[in-house]
């Protein structure tokens, strides 16, 4: 099984950056994906990564300002996060699939971190 520890939340002016990590324990042999949820809306998909190739995804709204890349050595995922604006501002998770057919499905991941949040000020 795997285990997953968000960090590097905060609270950032619009227009700047922030860089998340997930810590990952256990098999790392997985897609690893990113999510997000703002009060009131549905969780949403941001980004993933597939640990055997490196290929990435990501949702239209982050395109060109957030990067995934994950490091084999430290058994870490990273989110840079750069242009925040303010609807950026939510609660991110990590997540790891085994059996990822697509990537944007929260269904379709097996475990989860607990969140850490993000706030863009305008």
């Known amino acids: 099984q795997v285990q997953l520890v968000e960090s590097g939340g905060g609270l950032v002016q619009a227009g700047g950056s922030l860089r998340l990590s997930c810590a990952a324990s256990g098999r790392t042999r997985y897609v690893m994906g990113w999510f997000r949820q703002a009060p009131g809306k549905e969780r949403e998909f941001v980004a993933a990564?597939?640990?055997?190739?490196?290929?990435?995804y990501y949702t239209d709204s982050v395109k060109g300002r957030f990067t995934i890349s994950r490091d084999n050595a430290k058994k870490t995922v990273n989110l840079q996060m750069n242009s925040l604006k303010p609807e950026d501002t939510a609660v991110y998770y990590c997540?790891?699939?085994?059996?990822?057919?697509?990537?944007?499905?929260?269904?379709?991941?097996?475990?989860w971190g607990q969140g850490t949040q993000v706030t863009v000020s305008s």
């Open positions: 990564v597939r640990w055997s190739d490196g290929s990435t």
């Open positions: 997540a790891a699939g085994s059996n990822i057919n697509g990537y944007r499905d929260e269904y379709e991941y097996e475990y």
